[in-house]
């Protein structure tokens, strides 16, 4: 059973960078159809996808976040990453790491991690 | 990016009610589309994906069907443990994207 836990600080001032680490266990994050995506959700409202990482290295970024995202992998550490820069307070929220299973041409989030909320504030 | 709705926003029921929850998408999907149920203060879970197949261990009470652009979630006999907020996914094309959601409460 794949288990994600997300990490990193859960306050950060605006225009900084936020960083936040999705660590896998359960299983290896190089094994099976697997992209790793972080989603995220203000409180109170819906949930947005800011983009996902192949083991390959590739990746797809939301187009409203994509020129502030960068989503990395780390396969060493069974790890990977996200980092958006230039934060706001419209970017607080509970930020989720999930595993998205490719079948048959659909992708599907099957595994998420606890969630982690991230606060933008001086 | 393809913009998905859901309907009703909200509904009331009471335990042992059928409940059925659309969702359309603003362009054909063809059965790229996931059902997801939220809990206050948890993640969401995966409840049936590619618009009908249900995820191991999701009770049989839980069905999805529909294609193109029209899907329904549909809750035969629903629990206590249904009352919850629903969301829709498609994975047609990037960014993926969710619906806005239906919340699921006791009536």
């Known amino acids: 059973q794949v288990q994600l836990q997300e990490s990193g600080p859960g306050l950060v001032k605006p225009s900084q960078t936020l960083s936040l680490t999705c660590t896998v266990s359960?299983?290896?994050?190089?094994?099976?159809?697997?992209?790793w995506s972080w989603i995220r959700q203000p409180a109170g409202k819906g949930l947005e996808w800011i983009g996902r990482i192949y083991t390959s290295g590739s990746t797809n970024y939301n187009p409203s976040l994509k020129s502030r995202v960068t989503i990395s992998v780390d396969t060493s550490k069974n790890q990977f990453s996200l980092k958006l820069s230039s934060v706001t307070a419209a970017d607080t929220a509970v930020y989720y790491c999930?595993?998205?299973?490719?079948?048959?041409?659909?992708?599907?989030?099957?595994?998420w991690g606890q969630g982690t909320l991230v606060t933008v504030s001086s | 990016d393809i913009q998905m709705t859901q309907s009703p926003s909200s509904l009331s029921a009471s335990v042992g009610d059928r409940v059925t929850i659309t969702c359309r998408a603003s362009q054909s999907i063809s059965i790229y589309l996931n059902w997801y149920q939220q809990k206050p203060g948890k993640a969401p879970k995966l409840l049936i994906y590619s618009a009908s197949n249900l995820q191991s261990g999701v009770p049989s009470r839980l069905s999805g069907s529909g294609s193109g652009t029209d899907f329904t979630l549909t809750i035969s006999s629903l629990q206590p443990e249904d009352f919850a907020t629903y969301y829709c996914q498609q994975s047609y094309s990037t960014p993926q994207t969710f619906g806005p959601g239906t919340k699921v409460d006791i009536k």
């Open positions: 999930a595993s998205a299973t490719h079948y048959y041409g659909s992708y599907y989030f099957d595994y």
């Open positions: 359960g299983g290896s994050i190089t094994s099976g159809n697997y992209y």
